[in-house]
């Protein structure tokens, strides 16, 4: 599933092909996705310059001079530039198709992604409620021991929660709560503020680095085939139940927390 750092590489990826560019024309080959796409999505685009490419938590905001597109990757999506008029494969779903002669390609297998319109998109009714991005000033550890007074969740459920913090996934979740020594499983409201402070940090300094590595890969996001460059990631805990710990050798474990996976080393984490 694309997490926040896949997000932002797909937007520092596409935005220099967009910025600037006039829609010539929207094709949509499927309209069914988690919610349908707009029928008059191309009316709406088309002969409109792009502004900016944002984001916020996991959208991207498309913003054209009156109105932005919302897209949202789900499960399984992905944007990349093809050459307009290049024949589509199953489950590329959508061209939106720029005077330049590139076309922003949709791709979504599994089809819980998104491309809503909205003439003002941090009011949407799936942006309005979200909480802060984790990179930006308005985050930090203070902002965690505050909010998990008196939670009695446990940890792990609490820093993925929305409107606590947005974009914080199960990967770096589970891979900031074992750089920070925390036990998924405590209590939110039992943890002091020094720890809160590391994990904040953690937090930042994780996704941060997932960035920057996936920074590396942006030429993928112009023709080729198949899937963006994406980045393998140097994981210590996610998806490593039951291998040894990386720091003390200890066997990693696993249990369920929020319907969850979650994965932590006896030994490192309390
Ligand atoms: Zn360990």
Known sequence: MPELPEVETTRRGIAP????QRVSRVIVRERRLRW?????????????RIERVERRAKYLLIKAEVGSLISHLGMSGSLRLVECGLAAAKHE??????????????????????LL????PLRHELLSKLGPEPLGGSFDGERLFQLSRARSMAVKPFIMDNAVVVGVG??????ALFAAGIDPRREAGSISRARYLR?????KRILAHAIERGGTTLRDFVGGDGQPGYF????????????????????????KLGQRASVYCPKCQR
């Open 170 to 175: 199960n990967i770096y979740a589970t891979e």
């Open 36 to 48: 349908p796409i707009p029928e008059d999505l191309d009316v709406r685009l088309s002969g409109q």
């Open 199 to 203: 994990l904040a940090e953690e937090i």
């Open 17 to 20: 092909y967009l910025e600037g």
């Open 117 to 120: 319109w909205s003439d003002d």
């Open 232 to 255: 393998q990631q140097e994981l210590f805990a996610y998806g490593r139940g039951g291998e040894f710990c990386k720091v003390c050798g200890s066997t990693l474990r696993e249990v």
């Open 93 to 114: 779903h959508v061209d939106i198709e720029l005077e330049s002669g590139l076309a922003l390609r949709y791709t979504d297998p599994r089809r819980f992604g998104a």
